[in-house]
């Protein structure tokens, strides 16, 4: 995986983020921004995943690039947790979960993967989820 093609050394590690927006080449990868380190104040935060409420459910949206999601050296999920500090990945049918992924959701190559979670898998505290992106 090659998430900036033009970018040498540590600006094209996978961890890496050379425009300081806080997003790692990784994530910025999966969701279809562009890390640019000749441009350090670029922002790709508009592209990060969103949380709604609908019913007793959370519903966890995200984009993943058809390049990402083709991409054989990536693990690419949703994980949830109800202490920050155990992560669960979330499955299709595995605890009432759903996750519905419409081809070209967001636009031509970027999918829309939405990840429903009910609200009781925190049980009384809080539900965090959060995108995960491994390189294998």
């Given at each position: 995986m090659c998430p900036l093609p033009s970018a040498?050394?540590?600006d094209a590690a996978f961890n890496a983020d050379p425009d300081h927006d806080g997003l790692s080449n990784?994530?910025?990868f999966v969701v279809g921004g562009q890390p640019n380190p000749a441009n350090p104040d670029?922002?790709?935060s508009a592209l990060l995943p969103t949380l709604a409420r609908s019913g007793s459910n959370v519903v966890f949206t995200f984009r993943r690039t058809a390049v990402a999601a083709s991409d054989s050296g990536l693990i690419i999920s949703a994980e949830y947790s109800s202490n920050?500090?155990?992560w669960t990945v979330a499955q299709d049918t595995v605890n009432d979960v759903s996750i519905v992924t419409t081809t070209d959701g967001f636009g031509a190559g970027v999918d829309k993967v939405e990840v429903t979670l009910p609200?009781?898998?925190a049980g009384t505290g809080p539900l965090f989820v959060?995108?995960?992106v491994t390189q294998q």
């Open positions: 040498t050394g540590a990784g994530i910025e670029s922002n790709s920050l500090s155990s609200s009781s898998l959060r995108l995960q």
